[in-house]
């Protein structure tokens, strides 16, 4: 019996876009850290300068100083003044791009994983296109289930971390306006808390992607994906298909 030569096995390239999106995420959270301190900075500068406007008005009150000596410093002081308090809100710019991206890229690195768990597990055709049109709290819900496996508790850990990650994403994808009374340069709209916009948020929502992708790879019997602790930037991932390498009987010759 002759045997047909055996073929090189294929080799793919494949892009890990739910590591690429949580590593995203990760270096948002530190970028957001790093942004306080020159939101400290700023409300610095605001205080120091508000503090010798202060002083100025108590020689005013006190008669130390007369109206015409006193307007001629407190006018460059107030135009000073408006320009620190620019500063704040700039710094605080800043810092509430970065958290509301570690929100944004957080769920889409937890939609992009349970669409790639999906895809092995359905293949394709029209189970896996319905499930596609799922919301990403329903396909983490029942993708358990589908495989035959115990769900999680909607009512605790880890889906309640996921729970408040969906909720958020939500507020600031599909934003609607808020106002609130000003306070002062150094007092930040109250809102922000509600809408996640702050580094405590942040970092639950970095703990709530690993929480479930670590829930669901004990699920299955898996090691939690490499990407939730490697902090490499290489997303590729060499994929090789033996199927094609077979060894397989020739025909006999006639």
Do not use: C
């Amino acid at each position: 019996m002759r045997i047909n030569p055996v073929k090189p096995p294929n080799w793919y390239n494949l892009l890990e876009v739910d590591a690429m999106y949580f590593h995203a995420a990760r270096q948002a959270h530190a970028k957001g850290v790093a942004s306080v301190r020159a939101i400290d900075r700023a409300e610095s500068r605001v205080a120091r300068h508000q503090a010798r406007i202060d002083a100025l008005n108590e020689m005013l009150s006190e008669g130390r100083i007369d109206h015409s000596a006193h307007y001629d410093k407190l006018e460059p002081l107030a135009i000073q003044i408006e320009g620190l308090e620019y500063g704040v809100g700039a710094a605080y710019g800043i810092l509430l791009g970065h958290v509301g991206t570690v929100h944004i890229l957080s769920a889409a690195a937890l939609e992009a994983h349970i669409n790639i768990r999906a895809e092995h597990f359905f293949s394709s055709g029209r189970l896996l296109e319905a499930f596609e049109r799922l919301s990403l709290d329903a396909k983490w819900l029942l993708f358990p289930r589908v495989r035959g496996l115990p769900a999680s508790d909607p009512g605790s850990e880890p889906f309640q971390g996921f729970d408040r990650l969906i909720k958020i994403r939500n507020k600031l994808v599909h934003y609607k306006t808020r106002r609130e009374l000003w306070r002062g340069p150094s007092a930040p709209p109250e809102f922000l808390v509600d809408l996640g916009l702050t580094i405590e948020a942040a970092a639950q929502s970095l703990a709530a992607v690993k929480g479930i992708t670590t829930e669901l790879a004990k699920q299955l019997g898996e090691s939690p994906p490499w990407w939730l602790e490697h902090k490499g930037t290489n997303f590729f991932k060499i994929q090789v298909d033996r199927s094609h390498g077979k060894v397989s009987p020739a025909p006999a010759s006639a």
